[in-house]
């Protein structure tokens, strides 16, 4: 059996130059006017470099903005649930321009981009489309809204990794080098989990209910910027690792981590979330309660609703729903709310921030909740952190990671 | 979303006459020559009557019985993993006759048939094609071996459901009436559990990870005759119902029966299982370990493997493969071999032995193993047989129900 194809049908398309040629346009680079690039844009190029975007040469043109918002479809057809765009307030930039795109927080250049479009959008709709919502209080409507006047369309040349590499070694996989693993390991049944968060039992179970009838699971955790509290890539991928090794058997999961920030858009990044699984070569994305929401604004099961609506050949990566998962003492073992039929009271059911406080104050979290070496793991970074909120500065540096 | 077509593509073909047409033809039937079928004819003709072996029109030419043997492939190229004949060794038959097919246990007459050929088979051939052995100790093969000396072919039209309707009440569903039901309860993608033994923790996981990511189940039981010492259907369908009620959420399970008997025939049986499944409206079959098989005829996971081997548009009805599953103490939950990584001895395994002997003499089964309410089903009908066991002539009518 053969892995899914990448996205549009064709080979993957990684952007990013190696060798020689990258040198040269390094240089080059440095002689081009430079645009400091958000967060975002920088985790978006770092994706069109090693080919999570395939099959988009760079960001996208006023057309494909338009048709992606109303009706998620680019200008020449291909299916595209979120715009790629790349913004700036600078007036002298202008189609035809070559630009250097630097990474605002570090400096470093990561791409040139030939502008072929300059354009400005309105914001609003963008917002209402992709997010449903134009409340500033939402992080992917603040981006959207904290963005430049006027939008640049063109191809790019990646330049760098961004640091991804260097810092998170072999757990940093490009989309050809997961598809050359799984075809390694003779998979091609994949389900991609997507986590910003450890795993407790309950993504531990979703997890186990896609590897009981399929080859095997990728953890692919966003390794891009998050919302502030939320726990930092290196800390999840310890408690991730600790929990495969003591609860999984050998050779059914792939971990591995993806560059991009959290848009937060519920359905339609859930859609996303399928589109780059895709160029990664997992036939399936598990898609469980509220994926890629943030508070009240998409219904718990939005992002599973939204595989209905889209063309049977939009996505040949398709979605794995799972409900609701918890554990059950009337069950006497993990359910979700398809295959219980108990009572609320019967479940042990905690909020993020109950499991936040217990861990900060060194409680075990319940076995049924969470595997003890997982709640280790957490609960000494959170003592890491109380420590540090003695040390203000320390901790302002320590939760930006 | 649809549900999958009959076998073969058409419309459901049961052969089952009814009202004023039935009648006639049951007075003509008792014009003709008399035929005693054995129980596993009288299960396949019932099947045929009420279309679970759509679009067969009758018992198998000698083209067809040796492609599908050889091949798994009737003579007009229709896929069919095992024989459907029937047999005699009455000399006065011939091509042309018509006759009477009864019941050799009630005497009743079950359907009329056009004999168009008589033909003898090489037994051996038969069972070495399909059960894999020769061996008089496989029942499946024991039963071949005394078919008569030949095979009759030719359409029927059926008289009866053999009593199975006025036995198994509501629970004995005609493929039309499940597949109408599915679609009342807007179902299309529904996996089929084959039992035909009570279902234990083990069962009931199988059961929920189909149900976690599809519609819904259908717990099909055998109701057709069993080796000794199997749980009789009643029991079984009584232990599966206070499951079902206690540990399932409502509108996941569809509780039914049809009328085969057991062929033992491991991997080539589990394709049968699946083909009239598809006559019944489900997606998928669940294919666990050792599947059909008896003894250690077959390897474990045989009947999972030969899915990989027929043609891909053979059946429309997929296998959803689950591995060997219990209870691990260290998972603290069910999971397989696919799941757990620790060892035997921190799962709890019994032997079918061990279970009926613990029942027979009273005992409880680990909650680990067996839901309390089943396991209490089941103790009361070993305490019935033992006290039986006293009265050996009662306990002879009870085994054989």
Partial sequence: MALVNPHGGGNLKPLLLEGAAQKAELARAQTLPKLKVSSREAGDIIMLGIGGFTPLDGFMTHGDWEGVCDGMKMANGLFWPIPVTLSTDDENIKAGSEVALADSATGEILA???????????????????????????????????????????????????????????????????????????????????????????????????????????????????????????????????????????????????????????????????????????????VGRDHAGVGDFYGPFDAQKIFDEIPRDALETKNMNIDWTFWCKKCGGMASQRTCPHTKDDRILLSGTKVRSMLSEGQDLPVEFSRPEVAKVLQKYYAGLSAEQNVKVELKGHSAA
């Avoid at 354009?119 to 904290?146: L, N, R, W």
């Avoid at 968060?197 to 891009?224: C, F, Q, W």
């Fill in 112 to 286: 040139t981009m030939k502008v072929t479009e300059k354009y400005s959008i309105d914001k609003a709709h963008e917002c209402m489309e992709v997010y449903k919502t134009t409340d500033m209080e939402h992080p992917g409507v603040k981006m959207v809204m904290a963005q430049g006047k006027y939008n640049l369309a063109g191809p790019i040349k990646v330049l760098s990794t961004g640091g991804f590499t260097e810092k998170y070694g072999e757990q940093f996989m490009t989309p050809a080098e997961t598809r050359a693993k799984f075809q390694a390991m003779g998979w091609s049944k994949i389900a991609a989990f997507q986590t910003r968060n450890p795993m407790h039992r309950s993504h531990e179970y979703l997890a186990k209910v896609a590897i009981e009838t399929m080859d095997g699971v990728l953890v692919h955790s966003l390794l891009g910027n998050l919302k502030p509290g939320d726990i930092p890539a290196d800390v999840r991928s310890e408690a991730i690792s600790v929990l495969v090794e003591n609860y999984f058997a050998p050779n059914t999961v792939i971990q591995a981590g993806y560059p991009l920030d959290m848009r937060y858009a519920g359905p339609r990044e859930a859609l996303l979330h399928a589109l780059f699984r895709q160029n990664y070569g997992c036939s399936h994305l598990i």
